[in-house]
């Protein structure tokens, strides 16, 4: 069975700060992977996904991840935080056609100004 | 409006009380989706519908009754709730007719319930 682990629950980094939040999967295929971000009071909102190609994926607001196969990790970074970073991501897998998408727990972003 | 929308922000109710929350999506996706959201807890899939047919119940508890009368609304009926239920329940949508594998989804702001 997939599933997927964020060992951080909280990390804290300075604005301007390099960032980088953790995420291992384990699922027997080819995953599909996605970082999701939450802001207080709202929905999940999509950040970046890799289906396959280039394992360097860009995403909105300055955010990367990199696929790496032999880790089984999809790792979230942005080189300089901004104080509206500041809330909780989601790492999420998915696959073939019969399994749903399966989220962690996430990690909760706290930016110190 | 656009993107998806969940009425009510926020709802308290009691145990012996009947509600209901609506999700609707203005994207034209052929997908809706809930999820529970619990603190400290993964996000949880309740229920996944398809071309206004259910594809996907989580051994939900018959207390959650979902409804798709269309593609573009998604209801879930409460009833008989219990406190361990209080949470965030978010909906979601995506484009793909069976897109809970590997479509992007977009989600709505989602109901905080409170059940006393």
């Known amino acids: 069975a997939q599933s997927v682990t964020q060992p951080d629950i909280h990390i804290t980094v300075s604005e301007g700060a390099s960032l980088e939040l953790r995420c291992n999967y384990s699922y027997g295929a080819t995953p599909y992977l996605f970082w999701y971000v939450q802001s207080p009071g709202q929905g999940l909102q999509l950040l970046l996904k890799?289906?396959?190609?280039?394992?360097l994926v860009q995403g909105i607001k300055g955010f990367e991840a990199e696929f790496k196969r032999s880790q089984s990790s999809f790792n979230l970074r942005k080189p300089s935080v901004h104080w509206s970073d500041a809330a909780e991501y989601f790492c999420?897998?998915?696959?073939?056609?019969?399994?749903?998408?399966?989220f962690g727990k996430g990690t909760r972003l706290h930016i110190l100004p | 409006e656009t993107g998806v929308t969940q009425t009510p922000r926020h709802l308290v109710m009691g145990m012996t009380n009947k509600k209901s929350l609506k999700c609707e999506q203005h994207l034209g996706h052929n997908a809706m989706y809930w999820y529970k959201q619990s603190a400290k807890k993964p996000l949880e899939l309740m229920f996944v519908y398809s071309l206004e047919e259910r594809v996907e119940n989580n051994s939900v508890p018959s207390r959650f009754s979902p409804e798709c009368p269309n593609s573009s609304h998604l209801f879930l009926h409460l009833h008989t709730l219990q406190p361990e239920d209080s949470a965030l329940y978010l909906c979601?949508?995506?484009?793909?007719?069976?897109?809970?594998?590997?479509?992007?989804?977009?989600f709505g702001p989602g109901t905080r319930l409170t059940v006393l």
């Open positions: 890799y289906f396959s190609g280039d394992t």
């Open positions: 999420a897998v998915g696959g073939n056609r019969d399994d749903k998408i399966i």
């Open positions: 979601a949508s995506s484009q793909g007719a069976t897109g809970f594998n590997t479509d992007t989804q977009y």
